[in-house]
């Protein structure tokens, strides 16, 4: 199997990187990951956006759910500046939490925006 291109790998460790409770905790390090663009549609149909998620995050009332453990991670690169994500969660902390399918399109890394 053929090593990841620099955009796959790159946007997989941001992946990575999200799933990290002291990642999660912080805006700014939240900030350096999610691209300014950044969109998320939840299993309810909502849809998130930068600002909104690192609210959610990092709030008084934010969730703690501990580590994260990420399983069938793969990414694909879809043209020259987009990669498509795809893995497996599980809360290692909390077993009662159901599993969740994550999917991520994110643009190559710029140091423009930290990422």
């Known amino acids: ?3 990841p291109s620099p955009a796959v790998a790159a946007a997989v460790e941001g ?3 999200l799933l990290d ?3 999660r905790a912080f ?16 299993s309810t149909g909502r849809v998130w956006d930068r600002d909104r998620m690192i609210a959610s995050l990092t709030g008084d ?4 759910p501990g580590p994260l453990t990420a399983s069938r991670m793969r990414g694909v690169q ?4 987009l990669v498509h994500v795809t893995y497996d969660t599980e809360a290692t902390a909390a077993p ?10 994110a643009p190559r890394p710029s140091p423009a925006w930290g990422g």
């Open 15 to 17: 992946e990575l990187r």
């Open 21 to 23: 409770p002291s990642v």
């Open 1 to 3: 199997m053929s090593e």
């Open 61 to 64: 009332d934010a969730p703690h």
């Open 78 to 81: 879809l043209d020259g500046q």
């Open 96 to 105: 009662a939490d159901r599993p969740a399918r994550g999917c991520a399109r």
């Open 27 to 42: 805006a700014e390090l939240l900030s350096q990951v999610l691209h300014p663009e950044y969109r998320e549609i939840d």
